[in-house]
């Protein structure tokens, strides 16, 4: 059981290096020049190299996109409470989300630069508009799917509709709400990043758009190594909070 548990914690690194080193000697092998594929080792020299660029766009991408990440977690969860919490709304707004969502946001971010201009407003609108649905659609679905017998319980013992809402139903979309932002958070990183790329003067967007021009591929991907470390490093963090705060739903899996 100790030794079950010890290779599944470190399962994701043995992988990754394992990725890491066919990705090496693939591009060795073939003699693959860098301004086409890099290899690991020429990323990992190009982010020494720009270190402290890189690190300043990460920080920019970054709380820009925790501010649209923040928007869409205050709207996500308000709407998914109205349309979880009436039939009339679920019927009514849901499909409408739905055709929101199917809009390609990249068709969007030349519209919010005509709005907001060049800068900080389409980073932050575009994190918000492609990672609030997840969340609104696992809240909502946290409260429609409340059992109704354990609604026509509570309702007997003289809950009012308010009370099986917030005090039943809530806790029991926890569950559904933390699943929720492990996905939208890296929605969020993509929607940052594409405003960058399409309408940005800064952040790691900028950066790979700029390095790609030039030709610079080791960059670019130092570029996406690093929005793919944010993303995880919030995915864990997450995971973590989600399994301290709700526990209870994770009973079977930790018994397995």
Same mark, same amino acid.
């Given at each position: ?7 599944e914690r470190w399962s994701p690194m043995v ?53 649209? /990440? @923040? #928007?869409?977690?205050?709207? !996500?969860? =308000?709407?998914? *409470? &109205? $349309?979880?919490?009436?039939? %009339? ?26 709005? /907001? @201009? #060049?800068?900080?407003?389409? !980073?932050? =609108?575009?994190? *918000? &508009? $492609?990672?609030?649905?997840? %969340? ?84 670019a991907f130092a570029g996406l190594v690093v929005?793919?470390a944010m993303a995880m490093a919030m995915y ?21």
């Amino acid at each position: 059981m100790k030794i079950s548990k010890t290779l599944e914690r470190w399962s994701p690194m043995v992988l990754l290096a394992a990725i890491l080193l066919v990705w090496e000697a693939a591009v060795w092998l073939f003699q693959v020049p860098d301004f086409i594929f890099p290899g690991p080792v020429q990323i990992a020299l190009e982010f020494v190299e720009f270190k402290g660029p890189l690190l300043e766009a990460a920080w920019k991408t970054f709380w820009v996109t925790m501010l649209g /990440f @923040g #928007i869409s977690i205050v709207v !996500g969860v =308000l709407l998914g *409470f &109205l $349309i979880g919490s009436s039939r %009339i709304a679920y019927t009514a707004v849901y499909p409408l989300m739905v055709a929101f969502n199917a809009v390609p946001k990249a068709a969007v971010v030349p519209i919010l630069v005509v709005w /907001f @201009g #060049i800068g900080l407003g389409p !980073g932050i =609108l575009t994190a *918000f &508009l $492609i990672s609030f649905f997840p %969340i609104t659609v696992n809240i909502a679905t946290g409260l429609a799917t409340l059992e109704p017998e354990l609604e026509d319980v509570l309702r007997v013992l003289g809950a009012k509709r308010w009370d099986v809402l917030v005090k039943v139903g809530l806790p029991r979309s926890m569950p559904y709400f933390y699943g929720s932002l492990k996905v939208a958070i890296t929605l969020a990183f993509v929607g940052t990043v594409l405003a960058e790329m399409t309408a940005g003067d800064s952040g790691i967007g900028y950066l790979m758009q700029t390095a790609g021009s030039q030709q610079r591929l080791p960059l670019a991907f130092a570029g996406l190594v690093v929005i793919g470390a944010m993303a995880m490093a919030m995915y864990e963090l997450f995971s973590w909070i989600e399994m301290r705060t709700t526990g209870w739903a994770h009973r079977g899996s930790q018994a397995a």
